[in-house]
């Protein structure tokens, strides 16, 4: 997603850092892919046993994968990261049970906690995809997100982030603001 490449960018696959709970971040940074090792759409699949994370190193199977590992739960096959806000269940794994999921727009007075989804709509950044990251902590009036396919190189040691989003609180209400100025928060 992120614009353009740098001379810090690692290759397509790498490990980039851990999210909270041990998640793997990786590099997406698909101009470096060689089509020879990628001739084939499914070797791109992400699977941890037979469960589906997604298309190799995406957002939505960053996500995916996150609350998988984290929490035991999915949310359904989605098109778009952007679709991820009309979503309003996951699904328990080890189960099949179905739980409820609440969005929450941004500039709402719901404050984010760590954990939950935050998901961009389609538009500038992230054209037609929309965009998904997980919140991994509140710092301040900062909102620390860790997501695949923004940045691709390593985080320092120890980093469990990738961004930090400025969070601005007015009259009781909650609004994130994103490090891109041609992108729109939807929240989760």
Not at 49 to 62: A, I, L, P, R, S
Not at 141 to 153: L, T, Y
Request: hydrophobic share 40%.
């Amino acid at each position: 997603m992120s614009k353009g490449t740098t001379s810090q960018d690692a290759p397509f696959g790498t490990l980039l850092g851990y999210a909270p709970g041990g998640v793997a971040i990786y590099s997406s940074d698909y101009s470096s892919l060689d089509p020879q090792e990628y001739e084939d759409d499914a070797v791109f699949r992400s699977y941890i046993d037979d469960e589906y994370m997604g298309h190799k190193w995406q957002c939505v199977e960053f996500a995916r994968r996150f609350l998988f590992l984290n929490y035991g739960v999915v949310f359904t096959d989605v098109g778009m990261a952007w679709e991820i806000f009309s979503l309003r269940f996951l699904r328990e794994v080890v189960n099949d049970n179905i739980l409820p999921l609440q969005a929450f727009p941004n500039g709402s007075p719901r404050a984010p906690v760590a954990g939950a989804l935050l998901i961009w709509d389609k538009g500038g950044e992230f054209k037609d995809t929309g965009h998904v990251a997980i919140i991994t902590q509140l710092h301040g009036n900062k909102v620390r997100i860790a997501e695949q396919n923004v940045i691709h190189s390593p985080l320092p040691q120890g980093q469990q982030w990738t961004r930090e989003l400025e969070m601005v609180v007015e009259n009781g209400c909650y609004t994130l603001k994103d490090t891109f100025d041609d992108t729109t928060i939807l929240a989760g």
